[in-house]
């Protein structure tokens, strides 16, 4: 089946530097892309929504230079948490929408950032 | 908003143990109605869906049937296995937002 790839799986950086993720569709082309953040048991929160070649979508809340995202193909999104602070420590998910005529979604396995 | 609320693990039962995860929605119109499931060190992946009112989706033994009398969509197994041991999230899609709402997700872990 489809596999959408994220890495890295878990990252722990100091306060002040940037951290960059990255998520892969591996057999499939993603015209779109969401990210979401979860804190411990609460629900995924959407973060935002990007299309490829296309500026990203941020839900409201969302600081837009601080999570900074890419789409750059129909392969591959970023997510950069620029200048980290100990609250952005949490676990961030993507997803692919498979760009053919089933639409279907697919997560990545997701990313444990810890902010020192 | 849209919002989904589920029960709050973790659960823990015994192998052919009846599971039940309790699930209510809040969304504006008709939404699709969805249950993922991550197995540890996996990504989310889709188990089973309902579209519209009084459907059931069922996939590997587990079932849920879309009430939307009681905004409701509950998910159920006769006979869990250790295998089963996994976070399980509900969803739902509104059809104007186009995203997906996830509850905050429950633990279930199976014992031999």
């Known amino acids: 089946g489809a596999v959408v790839s994220q890495h890295p799986s878990r990252v722990i950086c100091k306060s002040g530097t940037s951290v960059k993720i990255e998520c892969r569709s591996l057999?499939?082309?993603?015209?779109?892309m969401f990210w979401y953040r979860q804190f411990p048991k609460q629900s995924l929160m959407l973060m935002a929504t990007?299309?490829?070649?296309?500026?990203?979508?941020?839900e409201q809340g969302v600081e837009k230079d601080k999570f900074l995202i890419n789409h750059a193909s129909l392969t591959l999104s970023t997510l950069t948490v620029t200048s980290a602070h100990p609250e952005d420590s949490s676990f961030y998910i993507c997803?692919?929408?498979?760009?053919?005529?089933?639409?279907?979604?697919?997560f990545g396995s997701g990313t444990q950032l810890s902010v020192l | 908003g849209d919002s989904v609320t589920q029960m709050e693990g973790p659960v823990t039962l015994s192998e052919e143990a009846f599971l039940t995860i309790n699930c209510t929605y809040t969304?504006?119109?008709?939404?699709?109605l969805f249950w993922y499931v991550q197995y540890p060190g996996e990504g989310l992946q889709l188990l089973l869906k309902a579209t519209k009112a009084d459907d059931k989706g069922s996939n590997k033994g587990f079932e849920a049937t879309y009430r939307k009398e009681t905004t409701s969509f509950h998910l159920e197994k006769g006979s869990v296995q250790v295998s089963d041991s996994a976070v399980y999230f509900c969803?739902?899609?509104?059809?104007?937002?186009?995203?997906?709402?996830f509850g905050g997700g429950t633990r279930v872990l199976v014992k031999p």
């Open positions: 990007s299309n490829e070649g296309s500026k990203a979508t941020y």
């Open positions: 969304a504006t119109g008709y939404p699709s």
């Open positions: 997803s692919a929408r498979d760009g053919t005529a089933s639409e279907k979604l697919f």
């Open positions: 969803a739902l899609n509104s059809p104007a937002g186009n995203k997906l709402t």
């Open positions: 057999d499939f082309q993603a015209t779109t």
